[in-house]
């Protein structure tokens, strides 16, 4: 996860926003398949802790798709996401205004940037990302839990290595082909502070 962080900033140097780098690395260099596939059971989460009040009509079909999907899986068999989780463009028909902030936040891409901050600050995990229930490690999958009807999503180790190597190498054919050299993206100063701390500082300046 740190190697995709640090690939993200010379990807992407003058975007402030890490999150926000460290998807569009995924997105533009990782060639990842499932790197556009939502998280059905993830994306249910979001929609049970994010109470909306008179939901429009996108909103409750998307509820309904959702629930329609979960409850066709099959409990004590391991379901593989590529099998059961659509891509975003399958779910465009439930799209407004509001509820393409809930399928994005649900797609692949960004759960790792959930998981990165998993370990960053709390120096723990979430739940399942260290799991291992599978001999098949190419891809996530899900394992269910029959007693409480819940399902576990688990991206294996090799999963992210794979995905760090596709960024890394794609991302350096890009520099060679462009005669880039990416050290010269970033600017090293005597000061340790980068703009963005800069900029926070100022602001509490400003307002103190």
Same mark, same amino acid.
């Given at each position: ?79 593989? &996401?590529?099998? @059961? ?5 399958? #779910?465009?028909? =439930?799209?407004? *205004? ?5 399928? %994005? ?55 992210? &290595?794979?995905? @760090? ?5 794609? #991302?350096?054919? =890009?520099?060679? *082909? ?5 050290? %010269? ?24």
């Amino acid at each position: 996860m740190t190697l995709l962080d640090t690939l993200s900033l010379y990807a992407f140097p003058s975007s402030s926003n890490n999150r926000r780098r460290f998807v569009n690395l995924i997105d533009t260099y990782s060639e990842w398949k499932d790197k556009d596939r939502v998280s059905i059971p993830q994306l249910q989460h979001l929609i049970s802790r994010i109470k909306v009040q008179t939901p429009p009509q996108k909103y409750t079909e998307l509820i309904t798709e959702v629930t329609k999907r979960i409850e066709s899986w099959e409990y004590a068999k391991i379901h593989r &996401s590529s099998e @059961v989780d659509p891509l975003m463009k399958d #779910l465009n028909n =439930y799209v407004d *205004n509001l509820t393409k902030y809930l399928i %994005n936040s649900a797609c692949y891409s960004e759960l790792l940037w959930v998981m990165r901050n998993w370990p960053v600050h709390t120096f723990s995990k979430p739940t399942g990302s260290s799991a291992d229930f599978s001999n098949d490690k190419s891809s996530p999958y899900y394992i269910g839990t029959i007693g409480e009807k819940s399902w576990t999503l688990i991206i294996p180790s090799q999963v992210i &290595s794979a995905v @760090v190597k596709g960024c890394s190498q794609n #991302l350096q054919a =890009y520099f060679e *082909n462009n005669n880039i050299d990416p050290y %010269n993206q970033i600017l090293f100063t005597e000061c340790w502070f980068s703009d963005r701390d800069i900029k926070w500082l100022e602001d509490k300046i400003k307002k103190s």
